[in-house]
């Protein structure tokens, strides 16, 4: 949403004995909207029904954000690291992507339609993001025999954010594309001269444009004219090399094990705009590295 961004920070480290501390952690951060958002620009597409219309807007504020971050670390013996974190972020003029339908012309240069569905850049009053998030990742080196190649790496986080003072609505969405629940879990396999990772993820469903008013419908957000959401993702990926000497390497790799579909929804699931099928995909070759015995 934002391409250019400043920060200042501080923060503040307390050693908990050997193997853990806590950090404290303040920064003020400022975004400033990406050039075309700003500018007197206009596209215009007549193959579709409503007529697709993006304008700039000159009147874009910047974004700033005060943030405020707790995290506790532990380190692990061997090779392992446990965090967990609380994160707290106001925001104030958020930039987001506002999609409405209108039969008024937005731009004199426009033709004459029966519809335009207009979208453009604003801000979105103030924000607030809290959550919390736990990761831990270690080699188990310690087990016997073939199993010390072993190693997990982990990670969940959970978000509540809201939205107030979005133009055209009294109540307090959350911000784009900011999912309630991730994780990711990847156990990994090495040895000397081979390598393997199984990567399993997950975004909950997230607001990916606002779209709707209070003056929309009578379902309110949750029907078909409300906010257009992403539907919630999980993926199973897998990659793996094996060395085998003087700088030449076997490698292959499998994507969306699993064939989840990736698509878009307006309000609830119920009301599908879109679904995008890939099935899996493999690949696999062979690397030479120069240098290397």
């Given at each position: 949403?934002?391409?250019?961004?400043?920060?200042?920070?501080?923060a503040l480290?307390?050693?908990l004995g050997?193997?853990?501390?806590?950090?404290l952690?303040?920064?003020?951060?400022?975004?400033?909207?990406d050039?075309?958002d700003i500018v007197?620009?206009?596209?215009y597409d007549?193959?579709t029904t409503?007529?697709?219309v993006?304008?700039?807007n000159?009147n874009?504020?910047p974004e700033?954000a005060n943030?405020?971050d707790l995290?506790?670390e532990?380190?692990?013996?061997?090779?392992?690291?446990?965090q967990?974190?609380?994160?707290y972020k106001?925001?104030?003029d958020p930039?987001a992507?506002?999609?409405?339908t209108t039969t008024?012309?937005p731009?004199?240069?426009l033709?004459?339609?029966?519809?335009y569905?207009?979208t453009?850049?604003?801000?979105?009053g103030?924000a607030?993001?809290?959550?919390?998030?736990?990761g831990f990742q270690?080699?188990?080196?310690y087990?016997p025999?073939?199993m010390?190649?072993?190693?997990?790496s982990?990670n969940?986080?959970?978000?509540e954010s809201?939205?107030d003072?979005?133009p055209g609505r009294?109540?307090h969405p959350?911000?784009?594309?900011q999912a309630p629940?991730?994780?990711n879990?990847?156990p990994?396999?090495d040895t000397?001269?081979?390598?393997?990772?199984?990567?399993?993820t997950y975004?909950?469903?997230?607001?990916?444009?606002y779209?709707w008013?209070?003056?929309?419908?009578?379902?309110?957000p949750h029907g078909?004219?409300?906010?257009?959401?992403l539907?919630s993702h999980?993926?199973?990926d897998?990659?793996?090399s094996?060395n085998i000497?003087h700088?030449?390497?076997v490698?292959a790799?499998?994507?969306?094990?699993?064939?989840e579909?990736?698509?878009?929804?307006?309000?609830?699931p119920q009301y599908?705009?879109q679904?995008?099928?890939?099935?899996?995909?493999?690949?696999?070759?062979?690397?030479?590295?120069?240098g290397?015995?």
């Amino acid at each position: 949403m934002s391409a250019q961004g400043l920060s200042r920070d501080a923060a503040l480290r307390i050693g908990l004995g050997g193997h853990s501390d806590l950090r404290l952690v303040f920064s003020r951060g400022v975004a400033r909207p990406d050039p075309q958002d700003i500018v007197q620009a206009l596209s215009y597409d007549a193959s579709t029904t409503p007529e697709p219309v993006t304008l700039g807007n000159t009147n874009l504020k910047p974004e700033h954000a005060n943030n405020y971050d707790l995290l506790y670390e532990r380190y692990l013996k061997p090779l392992g690291l446990i965090q967990a974190g609380y994160f707290y972020k106001d925001l104030t003029d958020p930039i987001a992507q506002f999609t409405h339908t209108t039969t008024i012309q937005p731009n004199p240069a426009l033709p004459t339609a029966t519809s335009y569905q207009v979208t453009q850049a604003g801000n979105a009053g103030s924000a607030h993001v809290q959550g919390f998030e736990i990761g831990f990742q270690q080699h188990l080196t310690y087990l016997p025999g073939v199993m010390r190649g072993l190693g997990i790496s982990a990670n969940y986080s959970y978000t509540e954010s809201t939205t107030d003072g979005l133009p055209g609505r009294s109540d307090h969405p959350a911000l784009l594309r900011q999912a309630p629940n991730t994780w990711n879990i990847s156990p990994t396999f090495d040895t000397r001269k081979f390598s393997m990772r199984v990567g399993m993820t997950y975004d909950g469903a997230m607001i990916y444009e606002y779209q709707w008013t209070d003056a929309a419908d009578s379902i309110a957000p949750h029907g078909p004219v409300g906010d257009n959401y992403l539907y919630s993702h999980f993926q199973v990926d897998v990659q793996g090399s094996y060395n085998i000497a003087h700088g030449i390497q076997v490698y292959a790799y499998g994507l969306n094990l699993n064939n989840e579909v990736f698509g878009f929804y307006n309000g609830s699931p119920q009301y599908v705009v879109q679904r995008e099928y890939y099935k899996p995909t493999y690949a696999g070759g062979v690397r030479y590295t120069f240098g290397e015995k």
